[in-house]
């Protein structure tokens, strides 16, 4: 969401502050009963501090007049122990409001991260991460802070607020008056800032939001850039989205530097007021000393929750545009579950596409009226320019996405009433670019199925020919794992890819440039164990290397999201048409024939 809408239509923003607010403050209903005593005990606190001011008039007027010290030793206990209760409820409440926010925090970073595993692939694709991680983080931070340091104090301020007014229009109305006289200017003092401050924290959110995703992506590509040589690129970029940040941080911060020695003025001018005027009806006798003293404390006491307020109202607004982008987000529809599921349970592994047609965000189409079916057991390849669709085939079966026309079957059954979940438990799939998470070997393997046993995962190890280089290292299946497999070659990190995708035993095996990345001498190795790997299984291969598919049971030619060819690599290279001018491309004459041309 845009900072912008509340600017361009104010009574919209009000009413989307209203609604948002309620929001905010309904991540408190789970905890009303703690919160009901965190409530009572912030009264009793301000309890304490209302009844300070009075009990100095009491001591001045009863006893420092009339020559009482006895009295007014009574008086300074009574004040020592409103002190000392008014301190023990202060720790108290506290340790209250922390317990809450950190339970508040917890909850909704959980709900959050349980809510971003359920978006659609095609919100990855468009959203940078750093954005997200900024919701996640950073902005669940500055509404934890509101829900403690800013909603329960508020209210703590308001309720002193309305006690230090009625207990001074109590004691004396014309003082009362007076104090009040410059009520006008703290209130356009306050509005003024308001105004100011509102827009400021809201562009500050989004610049921090900005940065940390510049961050976020400049990090994760350092190695490209050193590579480039584009360092002074990276660190450009990474200045600017700073810069902005510091630019929109600084307006707030001007529109704070103003308010706050402007309610500091304002409160010395009240206190001047009551010791001009109340001194002069003090020695008319108009008034009492000890009135007058409690009026001055009553005045400062005033005067600091305003100033707590207005620090408040900051957290306040840097909350409401925290709100927006991670309620945002909460918005944001998930991935799409079919209103009556239908699984074809066992899973044979036919799969059909009829007249499906493709387009991300509405561009131009990727996939066109492209129809095709693979048999149950059948190995199939699919293989194409770069660019012409080959990988959207993979990523609509595992419904990453839905055809825009057109339907996919899998045995029989429309893939838009099966649960995306449920077919992508069942299908192996191996992309290029795999991705290993911090922990050992054996549980990124195990990470298709948490039941798999480590005999399992041995035994997949072994077929894949990831089993002597994994003993071959400190801790074998042990072996910890660092952050995106910073410790593991390319072709070594494709052969766990591979072990993870058999792991489950999956019916349906989808490999996309699944040897891309992988040497020779390598792929040889996985090559030896296709034959045993594949049987009784459906697979569905894209390649670029076409020595990987030429033992194929047929081969998809597409070009420009169609299908312009299929038959065996035989049949496909005796017409000499695309599939035959792709291969000679890779294999110009004089060139060695690959080896499994000879077992075609």
């Known amino acids: 969401m845009g900072w912008g809408i509340y600017e361009a239509d104010a009574v919209a923003g009000r009413k989307v502050d209203i609604r948002l607010a309620g929001r905010l403050l309904s991540l408190l209903r789970p905890h009303a009963g703690f919160l009901f005593l965190v409530f009572l005990i912030l009264l009793l606190e301000s309890g304490t501090k209302l009844?300070?001011?009075?009990?100095?008039?009491?001591?001045?007027?009863?006893?420092i007049s009339a020559g009482d010290p006895e009295g007014l030793l009574n008086i300074v206990l009574v004040f020592v122990l409103v002190l000392v209760f008014g301190f023990l409820l202060s720790y108290v409440q506290a340790n209250m409001i922390q317990r809450l926010g950190q339970r508040i925090l917890h909850d909704l970073r959980v709900r959050l991260f349980a809510h971003i595993q359920e978006l659609p692939v095609a919100y990855f694709d468009?959203?940078?991460?750093?954005?997200?991680?900024?919701?996640?983080?950073?902005?669940?931070?500055?509404?934890?802070e509101l829900l403690t340091a800013g909603a329960v104090a508020v209210v703590g301020d308001v309720v002193l607020l309305v006690g230090i007014v009625v207990v001074m229009l109590a004691i004396d109305w014309r003082l009362a008056l007076l104090a009040y006289a410059v009520a006008?200017?703290?209130?356009?003092?306050?509005?003024?800032?308001?105004?100011?401050?509102?827009?400021?924290?809201?562009?500050?959110?989004?610049?921090?939001?900005?940065?940390?995703?510049?961050?976020?992506?400049?990090?994760?590509?350092?190695?490209?850039?050193?590579?480039?040589?584009?360092?002074?690129?990276?660190?450009?970029?990474?200045?600017?989205?700073?810069?902005?940040?510091?630019?929109?941080?600084?307006a707030t911060v001007l529109a704070i530097s103003l308010f706050y020695p402007a309610v500091e003025f304002l409160g010395a001018l009240a206190v001047a007021l009551l010791v001009g005027a109340g001194g002069v009806w003090v020695v008319g006798g108009a008034v009492t000393l000890g009135s007058l003293v409690a009026f001055i404390q009553y005045v400062e006491k005033f005067f600091a929750p305003v100033k707590d307020l207005s620090e408040k109202y900051a957290i306040i607004q840097s909350a409401m545009a925290a709100g927006e982008r991670v309620f945002g987000l909460?918005?944001?529809?998930?991935?799409?579950?079919?209103?009556?599921?239908?699984?074809?349970?066992?899973?044979?592994?036919?799969?059909?596409?009829?007249?499906?047609?493709?387009?991300?965000?509405?561009?131009?189409?990727?996939?066109?009226?492209?129809?095709?079916?693979?048999?149950?057991?059948?190995r199939v390849a699919v293989v194409g320019a770069t660019g012409g669709g080959k990988s959207t085939v993979a990523k609509l079966i595992l419904r990453f996405h839905d055809p825009t026309a057109g339907r996919i079957l899998l045995d029989g059954v429309d893939l838009r009433e099966v649960p995306p979940r449920w077919i992508r438990e069942r299908i192996g799939f191996v992309p290029q670019d795999f991705f290993l998470f911090r922990g050992t070997i054996a549980d990124n393997v195990r990470m298709a199925h948490g039941e798999i046993t480590d005999e399992r995962i041995r035994d997949v190890c072994?077929?894949?020919?990831?089993?002597?280089?994994?003993?071959?290292?400190?801790?074998?299946?042990?072996?910890?794992?660092?952050?995106?497999?910073?410790?593991?070659?390319?072709?070594?990190?494709?052969?766990?890819?591979?072990?993870?995708?058999?792991?489950?035993?999956?019916?349906?095996?989808?490999?996309?440039?699944?040897?891309?990345?992988?040497?020779?001498?390598?792929?040889?190795?996985?090559?030896?164990?296709?034959?045993?790997?594949?049987?009784?299984?459906?697979?569905i291969t894209i390649a670029h290397r076409l020595s990987t598919i030429i033992k194929s049971d047929r081969i998809l030619v597409i070009h420009r999201g169609r299908l312009v060819e299929s038959g065996t690599h035989a049949e496909l290279l005796a017409r000499g048409s695309v599939y035959a001018r792709l291969y000679e491309l890779q294999f110009r004459p004089g060139e060695n024939v690959p080896p499994a041309a000879s077992r075609a």
């Open 330 to 378: 909460l918005d944001t529809p998930q991935e799409e579950k079919p209103a009556r599921p239908r699984v074809p349970d066992p899973l044979r592994g036919e799969v059909v596409f009829d007249s499906v047609s493709f387009s991300y965000d509405r561009g131009e189409p990727v996939l066109a009226d492209l129809s095709f079916s693979v048999a149950p057991g059948e």
């Open 51 to 63: 009844v300070q001011p009075y009990l100095v008039k009491v001591a001045v007027d009863r006893h």
């Open 462 to 539: 072994r077929i894949v020919r990831a089993d002597d280089f994994i003993r071959a290292l400190p801790g074998g299946y042990s072996a910890p794992v660092a952050e995106r497999g910073a410790t593991f070659s390319t072709g070594q990190k494709q052969l766990l890819a591979f072990a993870r995708a058999l792991a489950a035993d999956p019916r349906l095996l989808i490999l996309d440039e699944a040897t891309a990345s992988v040497d020779s001498e390598t792929e040889a190795l996985i090559h030896e164990a296709m034959d045993a790997l594949l049987a009784g299984r459906t697979s």
């Open 184 to 250: 006008p200017f703290l209130a356009a003092a306050t509005v003024l800032y308001k105004r100011k401050a509102r827009a400021g924290f809201r562009k500050e959110r989004e610049t921090n939001a900005d940065l940390t995703a510049v961050l976020s992506e400049t990090l994760a590509g350092v190695e490209t850039t050193k590579v480039l040589a584009r360092e002074a690129g990276a660190f450009g970029r990474v200045r600017d989205a700073n810069q902005r940040h510091l630019k929109a941080t600084l």
């Open 126 to 144: 468009r959203t940078p991460v750093g954005r997200t991680l900024a919701r996640v983080t950073s902005d669940v931070q500055v509404i934890h």
